[in-house]
């Protein structure tokens, strides 16, 4: 860890106060990388599309490709980060200055009963998407291992 005994400890502890289960991995291990690499190949390839237009002003257009990659349902969990995360769906900011039906439904009290709801099955949804990304690994091998 990159500061040290006492940084590790405070997080340990922020984790376990949040129920997050750490996992470590070798830095040099395939399984680790391969989703990293997978991610900023994304990034990078919808950085692209988006430079050509913007010509070269990459900074100012970072934030709308993290946004997009954040708020994108992912084929192996039926999910966006995002909705994983914070248990619904985004709403986009062309929204919000237009009087869409999820806007104008918006109720500062109600929201935050349905915030703890939401937080309630929040777990469930992520077995859910567990589950769902370890079926989708397990018929990828099996193609994999059909074609060897």
């Not at 005994?5 to 997050?20: A, S, Y």
């Not at 109720?107 to 949804?125: A, F, G, Q, S």
Request: charged share 25%.
């Amino acid at each position: 860890m990159d500061n040290g005994t006492e940084f590790r400890v405070k997080f340990q502890q922020w984790c376990k106060e949040f129920k997050i289960r750490q996992y470590y991995m070798f830095v040099a291990t395939p399984q680790s990388n391969s989703q990293t690499e997978l991610t900023n190949r994304t990034i990078l390839q919808n950085l692209k599309i988006r430079l050509e237009e913007a010509k070269g002003n990459w900074v100012e257009e970072l934030q709308g490709v993290q946004w997009v990659y954040r708020t994108t349902s992912r084929r192996s969990t039926v999910e966006s980060p995002f909705s994983l995360v914070y248990r619904t769906k985004a709403i986009v900011q062309v929204e919000i200055g237009e009087e869409t039906l999820r806007v104008q439904q918006y109720e500062p009290t109600n929201n935050n009963i349905e915030r703890r709801v939401d937080m309630d099955l929040l777990e469930k949804l992520i077995n859910n998407a567990n589950a769902r990304t370890k079926a989708c690994t397990t018929m990828m091998a099996k193609a994999y291992n059909s074609n060897i």
